[in-house]
């Protein structure tokens, strides 16, 4: 396991690409995590979906510190999805190693390459097909710090490489991998591709933890008889 790797000497995008991961440090200030902490309602529960309102756009639009640093890794890629989580002693969770493989569209249309349909806080989720997973990254703004005691996310390094990974061969791929324990402090950016390999533990002491999460992918992947929850 790594607390942290780091390659001075790679370009953004080259090291996005090896790891499948990017650290932004420091990327929004204090000021703009507080502001963000007063639009949206981390509430109680593990997850939250919402909705990218106009409020928002100074602090994770595309004219942003976040929306440049998006731009800087040569990414055609717009939000689709934004959630909220926040792991507390009432709400504390695991999550064994997987691959973030589900999209969230306005509604149902049977289309080849597009699976396992599910209805879920008022839309329609699917597995989608490769060609889109490939091209889709989540970036992890964290409004708290994220430490040893709280949870922390962890990232199997260069997992995305092996494409569709079956759930029951996860652990194994995994442990293959260069493991990193994504510790972080408010205001800290992970980047990271969907497919990359993660997990979260429990906390051990969790006072609260609260990281938005936003999805983005190239808009003109998705099948045209489908739309993004969050097409403008």
Request: aromatic content about 6%.
């Amino acid at each position: 396991h790594s607390q942290s790797i780091v390659s001075p000497l790679m370009e953004p995008e080259e090291e996005l690409t090896k790891f499948g991961r990017i650290w932004f440090r420091k990327l929004l200030a204090i000021d703009k995590i507080r502001q963000l902490t007063r639009l949206v309602d981390f509430g109680d529960r593990p997850g939250l979906r919402l909705n990218m309102q106009a409020e928002l756009n100074p602090l994770l639009g595309a004219s942003s510190r976040l929306g440049v640093a998006l731009k800087s890794l040569d990414l055609d890629a717009s939000p689709v999805r934004l959630i909220a989580f926040n792991k507390t002693q009432n709400s504390n969770w695991s999550v064994p190693w997987h691959q973030d493989r589900v999209i969230a569209v306005a509604e149902k249309v049977e289309t080849q390459g597009y699976s396992n349909w599910s209805p879920k806080a008022g839309f329609w989720h699917c597995e989608a097909p490769l060609e889109l997973l490939r091209n889709m990254v989540f970036a992890r703004v964290h409004i708290d710090a994220s430490t040893e005691e709280n949870g922390p996310l962890e990232l199997a390094l260069g997992s995305h490489h092996r494409g569709l990974v079956p759930a029951a061969d996860a652990k194994a791929v995994a442990r293959d991998c260069d493991v990193e324990t994504c510790y972080a402090a408010a205001g800290d950016v992970l980047i990271v591709h969907a497919l990359t390999l993660h997990r979260s533990s429990s906390g051990k002491a969790p006072h609260t933890r609260r990281t938005l999460r936003i999805d983005y992918a190239p808009r003109d992947l998705l099948a045209h008889q489908l739309r993004w929850t969050m097409d403008e």
